[in-house]
């Protein structure tokens, strides 16, 4: 009896620590103001409204006070820097991508371990020693720079790659010749969204206006155009080769076939649904024409057979389907099917060697069959197992694809595929210090409020007791047609190993089982994507895999909006929350870059029949005077896609309204953008912070 009042006494002192330290945060002051915009007769105030100006002194004031705050919270957490320090531990291990063949080299991008950005190789067959192509980390002094390659030319003597800093969206673009490593003078800025299609001695891109000086990362942007870029010329002297100037808010991509027969154009209102046209090279045609007509539906050109284009679409095919267009007689009725819709979604195709490589995803897991041009079956392409795989892409004329395949417990592991002999052998493996015999991957169904079962998988340490007392990460996304499959990540064994739970739960509104799955997320049915994600946190309670004191919930981007949603919605569920660069004021968002391309995944407030649903739901302005769980809002100064100022505003809002003892606070990242890009470092220090957040929170000891 003695022992056992000893624990309760220790227990009760670790709880009125932690309580101790929550009610001693004491928040900036956030000045108010009296603002307010009238919607369709309803007025909706928006006191915070100055935080919007992001380069403002009285903003930059304000984002300092609210850092120095919450660091001084997170650097109370005393086993802080013992998770960051297994975090980098775990990480130091060589990661690789697929190479791709480019005429006699393949190119990979390679990260040593604990470098802040991969660095890009070439290498001259595989046997050869590997050369350095491109070293972002010796583009800036804190590993803020990141670079992509953005396209080859087809005779294989150059390629086009972006260059972008802070993580932000914009970017440059360079010119190099491969086998010399020589930096053409071509520099083309302004940069956004783009790929390098090359024809001939250039290629297609799409940039935007020079934007207003002080206005790069808040200001709206309109009029997406293509351009061609000759080699050798200044930018001054492209070729505009397409504006929109009656709709400045469209997206445009080039892209061509390989053999640069044709040119295509694909045009969005937003992040799903688009138009296509196309120029017939060949014929010398300098104007486009439709191939395939209007936003509600999505579609792709794989490659051509000859003079038909290979295109997949979810045109009266909502898993999607493989179609042979004939463009001079594009109608639907002329249209063949090459690989037909199936129950299952088909991902993607990807050609390579004449061959059609199909990525299938069944509940979730990645299945791959191998397709003649003319549809006829060949082969399954064998995988290790439960998980997902990603690749297969190649020239007409390969011989081999390389593809890369992961699940939880399955760390990254590169394949070379043999398309005559239909193949696969290991090519490179991940040497990361990990036993995945160590670890359980389940996948479980909840039951949303509607009924639909919810896919969630689950991670764990084999032998847990679920007893409730398990510290567990759920984390979502939920939209945007985004399917979330199985990956490995080293940084999350910190977790798993101190007894934590992981889960992935895939809502509605996500791509998982098609375009019906994603519309059931989307518009007016937003709210099922709240449900799916509310109904997966109390199966996993009911369950026993943990309980409301030990549950912590995680998104980013539109799932930082989820966590806001759900947080605002149901704060008795939860312990912890972060929500991440998260789209928190629904009545605003449009208004800022590239916001207005959300409006076909959300509505707009601009809209009579939309603006009760969105103020519905608005994570701003759902916040009411009530006990919110531990909050870690995270977001950073250089985010010119979901722009900090949703954050802001929130957290100024929930500090104004928390009633209770749980510290509500704001990460703010400096020289760091919406993810892509960010440096290694940062990126650790990133998630040492959340872990110890929520292991501190939920009086979870650390071994």
């Known amino acids: 009896m003695r022992q056992k009042s000893s624990i309760v006494s220790l227990i009760f002192i670790a709880v009125l620590l932690m309580q101790t330290l929550q009610a001693q945060v004491n928040y900036p002051e956030t000045r108010k103001e009296s603002v307010s915009d009238n919607y369709h007769g309803s ?281 042979s267009i004939d463009p001079q007689n594009p109608q639907k009725e002329n249209w063949k099917d090459i690989i037909p819709e199936s129950t299952v979604l088909l991902k993607s195709v990807s050609a390579a060697g004449k061959k059609l490589f199909a990525e299938y995803l069944v509940d979730v897991n990645t299945k791959v069959k191998r397709y003649a041009y003319d549809g006829n079956f060949e082969q399954d392409i064998n995988l290790p197992g439960f998980g997902s795989a990603g690749g297969f892409g190649g020239e007409e004329d390969a011989k081999e694809v390389f593809y890369t395949f992961s699940s939880f417990n399955y760390p990254p592991t590169i394949f070379r595929y043999n398309i005559a002999s239909g193949k696969s052998e290991e090519f490179r493996k991940s040497d990361v210090k990990f036993d995945p015999s160590m670890y359980e991957v389940k996948q479980e169904f909840a039951t949303s409020k509607d009924g639909t079962k919810v896919p969630m998988f689950i991670v764990y340490k084999k032998g847990m007791a679920k007893d409730g007392s398990n510290p567990t990460l759920l984390y979502a996304y939920g939209g945007f047609n985004v399917s979330l499959e199985p990956s490995f990540s080293a940084s999350r064994i910190p977790f798993l190993e101190n007894g934590g739970v992981y889960v992935v739960a895939n809502l509605r509104g996500g791509g998982e089982y098609g375009e019906n799955w994603h519309k059931a997320g989307m518009m007016q049915k937003k709210q099922n994507v709240f449900d799916d994600f509310i109904a997966c946190a109390e199966y996993l309670q009911n369950e026993k895999y943990t309980s409301k004191e030990k549950l912590a919930i995680q998104g980013g981007s539109n799932g930082g909006l989820l966590i806001g949603a759900v947080m605002t919605q149901r704060p008795e569920l939860f312990k912890v929350c972060i929500p991440q660069v998260g789209v928190m004021d629904m009545l605003r968002f449009q208004k800022f870059t590239v916001g207005w391309g959300w409006v076909d995944e959300y509505g707009s407030s601009d809209d009579p029949d939309m603006f009760p649903f969105l103020l519905g739901y608005s994570p701003l302005h759902n916040i009411m005077k009530t006990e919110y769980p531990a909050t870690l809002v995270m977001t950073a100064d250089h985010d010119d896609r979901v722009v900090p100022a949703h954050s802001f505003k929130f957290i100024a809002t929930l500090q104004a309204n928390q009633t209770g003892i749980q510290p509500v606070l704001i990460r703010i990242e400096t020289d760091a953008g919406h993810g892509a890009g960010t440096s290694l470092n940062k990126s650790v220090e990133q998630i040492a912070d959340v872990y110890a957040f929520i292991f501190k929170m939920t009086n979870t000891p650390i071994q």
Not at 123 to 138: H, R
Not at 154 to 171: E, F, I, M, P, Q
């Open 43 to 323: 007025v909706v105030q928006d006191p915070y409204r100055w935080l919007e100006n992001d380069t403002s002194t009285e903003t930059a004031n304000w984002v300092q006070a609210q850092n120095q705050v919450t660091r001084s919270v997170l650097s109370e957490i005393t086993f802080r820097d013992k998770i960051r320090d297994r975090i980098n531990e775990l990480l130091n291990y060589p990661r690789y991508s697929a190479p791709s063949k480019v005429g006699e080299y393949y190119i990979f991008s390679k990260n040593d371990g604990l470098q802040n950005q991969s660095v890009i190789y070439k290498q001259k067959g595989l046997s050869a020693e590997p050369e350095v192509l491109l070293d972002p980390n010796k583009m800036s002094e804190n590993g803020t720079v990141s670079v992509s390659i953005s396209g080859y030319s087809n005779d294989h003597k150059h390629l086009a790659y972006s260059v972008s800093r802070a993580g932000s969206d914009w970017s440059e673009m360079h010119i190099m010749e491969v086998a010399t490593g020589k930096v053409l003078d071509d520099v083309l800025k302004y940069v956004k969204f783009s790929g390098a299609a090359w024809v001939g001695d250039g290629f297609y891109y799409s940039r935007y206006p020079e934007p207003t000086k002080g206005g790069e990362l808040s200001d709206q942007n309109q009029f997406h155009s293509v351009y061609f870029h000759q080699l050798g010329q200044d930018q001054s002297k492209d070729r505009l080769i397409y504006i929109d100037k009656v709709n400045p808010l469209r997206y445009h991509f080039c892209y061509a076939t390989e053999d640069e027969h044709f040119l295509l154009l694909s045009i969005s209102e937003g992040t799903d649904g688009n138009e296509t046209w196309f120029r017939d090279l060949k014929k010398g045609e300098t104007s486009f024409k439709p191939l395939l007509f209007g936003f509600e539906h999505s579609s792709s050109v794989v490659t051509n057979d000859g003079d038909n284009l290979l295109v997949i679409t979810n045109v009266d095919a909502p898993n999607y389907r493989l179609v």
